[in-house]
């Protein structure tokens, strides 16, 4: 191989290889992309127009359950469901009412309160209901088992084997 430089370009004439691209390539490039991209707004914009104008012209009402929706279903006019839509209305604002919701529970769940004040059930909030947990220790169950030595509560079980 010969490392002889190609065309007569050497770094003698400036340090850069002259066969890189030239600056004009690089505008008529740019203008070009500029030129498409408005062509394909103003073609976009004519298909929706078209398509707008078109789905006007077949649809005479959306729903028999709507009486006053406006011209343009981009913009919604104010107390928009509740005037147009008839009764029940069964959500209105469904992100405030999940909100309204959550509140409700984070109440509940760090106040005290009644659950049936007849049989005197009460609520307690939930840390303290944890603290007890941890103070108190878990309620003991009795198990049932196969062999009759073992007794309703664990410790119970314990004391019986160490008497023997």
């Known amino acids: 191989m010969t490392n002889a430089p190609k ?7 400036g340090g850069f290889e002259r066969q890189d691209l030239r600056p004009a390539g690089i505008v008529y490039f740019l203008l070009g992309l500029g030129v498409v991209t408005v062509i394909s707004l103003f073609l976009l914009r004519g298909v929706f127009s078209y398509l707008e104008h078109r789905d006007r012209a077949r649809q005479t009402s959306i729903s028999p359950l709507v009486n006053n929706l406006s011209e343009d279903t981009r913009h919604v006019p104010r107390g928009y469901p509740q005037d147009v839509f008839p009764n029940p209305k069964l959500e209105e604002d469904e992100r405030g009412q999940l909100n309204d919701i959550r509140i409700e529970e984070e109440n509940k769940l760090n106040s005290y309160g009644w659950v049936d004040e007849k049989a005197g059930t009460v609520r307690i909030p939930i840390e303290r209901a944890m603290d007890l947990m941890v ?30």
């Open 7 to 13: 065309h007569g370009n050497t770094p003698a004439h």
């Open 135 to 164: 103070e108190r220790g878990m309620p003991v169950r009795g198990q049932s088992s196969a062999s009759g030595n073992e007794s309703a509560r664990p410790s119970e079980a314990v004391k019986k084997t160490e008497k023997k």
